[in-house]
């Protein structure tokens, strides 16, 4: 089992930069794939990227070159740092936990944090 908790969303002008924070308890954090997903109104969550244990990563065409994920495994923590922000990255962002890497489908996660919003006005 792993509790997820993400934070760091809020509202941006376009152009601008977040990042978000995911912290991790429970089992131990190292052993994860992890994986930031988001979800905008009347769509379907869609993947953003994720990290292997090894720190390994993969990004969602949309996202790459603006977007980086990271993790601290010593503190069990999962980072997105999000730049040139666009009014279409506007969703709720959420923090996953599974097993395989690298997976863009959501059902491939098994644990999932209750999401955090960003909003990017024009």
């Known amino acids: 089992q792993v509790q997820l908790v993400e934070s760091g969303g809020g509202l941006v002008q376009a152009g601008g930069s977040l990042r978000l924070s995911c912290a991790a308890s429970?089992?131990?954090?190292?052993?994860?794939?992890m994986g930031w997903f988001r979800q905008a109104p009347g769509k379907e969550r869609e993947f953003v990227a994720a990290?292997?244990?090894?720190?390994?990563?993969y990004y969602a065409d949309s996202v790459k070159g603006r977007f980086t994920i990271s993790k601290n495994n010593a503190n069990n923590m999962l980072y997105l740092q999000m730049n040139s922000l666009k009014p279409e990255d506007t969703a709720v962002y959420y923090c996953?936990?599974?097993?395989?890497?690298?997976?863009?489908?959501?059902?491939?996660?098994?644990?999932w944090g209750q999401g955090t919003q960003v909003t990017v006005s024009s």
């Open positions: 996953a936990a599974g097993n395989s890497f690298p997976r863009v489908g959501p059902r491939a996660y098994d644990y």
């Open positions: 429970g089992r131990t954090f190292s052993t994860y794939a």
């Open positions: 990290i292997s244990w090894g720190s390994s990563t």
